[in-house]
């Protein structure tokens, strides 16, 4: 008997059970646990609450407290959709800055109460605010990630020390084979830095070890600061003489994570969802066309507002406590204001960063982004109708 037709149960023998005589109430409770298979006096104290107090009437029962953050649910949602929909504890660090360039803009017209409220409102109440918003779902799909022949010469992650140092890459493929991975078709080449989070995307066609070499030569030329080394997994696109060549010419420390030991890469395999699939999709892309129109988004809008204007945390440790593991994170920031924060990144790059962010509209940017996504949608739709 399921906890529904327990609570039902409950209703029809409450009533019955609080008039009978003592001799009466000690069978219904024999009668009872048999069915349900509850403790008797847990079954008593059930059966008087649910008399004195119908669960019905406590699930429609309102508090009559005012709210205080009712007027800003319509701005909180427009900025939450606009920071990409994130939990309340990234948007409570981002909001500042969204109310900044919302002005700055003229985007979204607020009240000098609403933009208070904003300001003070906690993460939790956001959650609560937002529980009932449309939210993305994850979706499963097999790897199309095949394991190779590792050179002895290329050590694993775990093995080094300076695997940390800023301008570390781990980078991973994304396949867009849609629910067939025959033929030829797009791959993502994704990647972000250790440090700073700081990600960089490109569209490949397949994944042939010179089109990777390509799409790390485009990357690097867009990163904010210098490349000093690669992380990957044991994939054959990866370990190759192609990408050895590649790493020995411009004088990069190279590593890869152990075989079947997704950990090793946590980094870029979270980011595989977060800032590609869940953006992206599960599409099949398969046309120069739709690699074009892919990486048009990705050197332009879709990098700007994912390193200036999504916040994220980094754990900090991990501390058993008896049979739990609690973790402590630290305040949820950009990958823009982590490299701000270093002393070891140049101060003619912070500049150069700063000069953007200044120039910078979020805005606009996902304006931008959704009607690329939507042509981008529209192109798959069409060539599979046709």
């Known amino acids: 008997m399921d906890m529904h037709s327990k609570n039902e149960l409950t209703a029809a023998v409450a009533p019955r059970y609080f008039k009978a005589t003592k001799q009466e109430k000690r069978l219904m409770l024999d009668e009872y646990c048999a069915n349900t298979g509850l403790d008797r006096k847990y079954t008593s104290r059930k059966m008087k609450k649910d008399f004195l107090d119908p669960p019905e009437e406590r699930r429609t029962r309102k508090r009559n407290r005012p709210s205080t953050y009712g007027v800003v649910l319509t701005p909180l949602v427009a900025l ?13 660090e981002q909001l500042p800055v969204l109310i900044q360039k919302a002005t700055s803009f003229d985007e979204l017209p607020l009240s000098e109460q609403q933009t208070v409220l904003l300001q003070s409102i906690s993460p939790a109440t956001i959650d609560r605010m937002l529980k009932g918003q449309w939210r993305l779902k994850r979706k499963k799909t097999n790897s199309q990630t095949k394991k190779g022949n590792p050179y002895s010469l290329i050590p694993f992650a775990v093995d080094l020390e300076k695997v940390c140092d800023v301008g570390i890459l781990e980078i991973d493929l994304v396949a867009h084979c849609g629910g067939s991975a025959v033929g030829s078709f797009v791959n993502t080449l994704s990647t972000t830095e250790f440090t700073s989070g700081w990600q960089e995307s490109e569209a490949i066609m397949g994944k042939h070890k010179e089109a990777v070499r390509a799409g790390l030569v485009e990357i690097q030329k867009r990163l904010p600061i210098p490349l000093k080394g690669i992380d990957f997994d044991s994939g054959s696109e990866f370990v190759n003489d192609v990408i050895w060549q590649f790493c020995q010419e411009m004088k990069l420390t190279i590593s890869k994570s152990r075989p079947y030991t997704k950990n090793d890469n946590a980094h870029i395999e979270q980011k595989n969802w977060t800032n590609v699939r869940r953006i992206i999709g599960y599409l099949r892309l398969d046309t120069e066309e739709e690699r074009d129109l892919l990486n048009d988004l990705y050197r332009n809008e879709l990098r700007l507002y994912i390193n200036f204007f999504q916040p994220s945390g980094k754990l900090i440790s991990k501390q058993r406590v008896g049979s739990k593991v609690k973790r402590i994170y630290d305040k949820p920031k950009t990958p ?51």
Not at 80 to 92: E, F, T, Y
Not at 364 to 382: M, T
């Open 80 to 92: 939450w959709q606009i920071a990409d929909c994130p939990c309340g504890w990234r948007l409570k």
């Open 336 to 386: 823009y204001q982590r490299l701000l924060e270093r002393d070891d990144v140049d101060p003619a790059n912070k500049r150069k960063l700063r000069a953007i962010y200044d120039e910078l509209n979020p805005f606009e940017l996902k304006r931008r982004i959704d009607d690329k996504l939507a042509k981008l949608v529209s192109l798959a739709q069409r060539k599979g109708a046709a």
